[in-house]
């Protein structure tokens, strides 16, 4: 395809970014994180993240399976620091050994449930926003997170759809 065709694969990619951009402005003053600006990046990367996952809808159910995975092994290294806060020094690095090892192992799960770039994308997600809004609950963060992760998966799922459909239209030219 020569770039005069191809072109019109990123301005219809754009297009779908901008009407992410825009759909993210109307639904985040909604959510039940007060004060934030908005929560597009996590649907920008949840987005990628569909694509490294093989541009299916099983990866994008792995990908979105991952991210609650990642919220909850976020959650649980979290809760285990809590318990072991006397260790100091070494209160997060042992909660964050202790919680890896069996995110890790998630590789040789169930194929739905073993894209483990998504667990860690989506744990570095959620303790994001427990810098960003700290007086946010752990719920109200997961809810946000996965709705968001959610619409990237649509939007990954859209953008294949489309671009096979112009692909082929080109091709019987």
Not at 26 to 41: A, D, E, R, T, V
Not at 96 to 121: G, K, N, T, W, Y
Not at 157 to 167: A, C, M, N, P, S
């Amino acid at each position: 395809m020569d770039f005069k065709k191809f072109i019109v694969i990123p301005v219809f990619i754009g297009f779908l970014a901008c009407t992410f951009v825009a759909l993210d402005q109307f639904i985040s003053p909604l959510l039940p994180i007060q004060g934030n600006k908005g929560f597009g990046w996590v649907t920008f990367q949840a987005w990628a993240m569909y694509f490294m996952a093989g541009c299916t809808l099983k990866g994008g159910a792995r990908t979105f399976l991952g991210y609650v995975m990642g919220v909850i092994s976020a959650i649980l290294i979290i809760k285990l620091a809590g318990l072991i806060s006397a260790a100091g020094f070494w209160t997060v690095p042992l909660a964050v050994f202790v919680i890896v090892i069996p995110m890790c192992s998630m590789e040789r799960a169930h194929s739905l449930i073993d894209f483990v770039p998504a667990l860690f994308v989506s744990s570095a997600v959620f303790f994001a926003f427990t810098q960003l809004y700290p007086t946010s609950t752990f719920g109200n963060n997961a809810l946000v997170i996965l709705l968001y992760c959610a619409i990237g998966m649509v939007y990954g799922i859209v953008t294949v759809w489309l671009r096979g459909l112009y692909e082929k239209a080109v091709a019987k030219k």
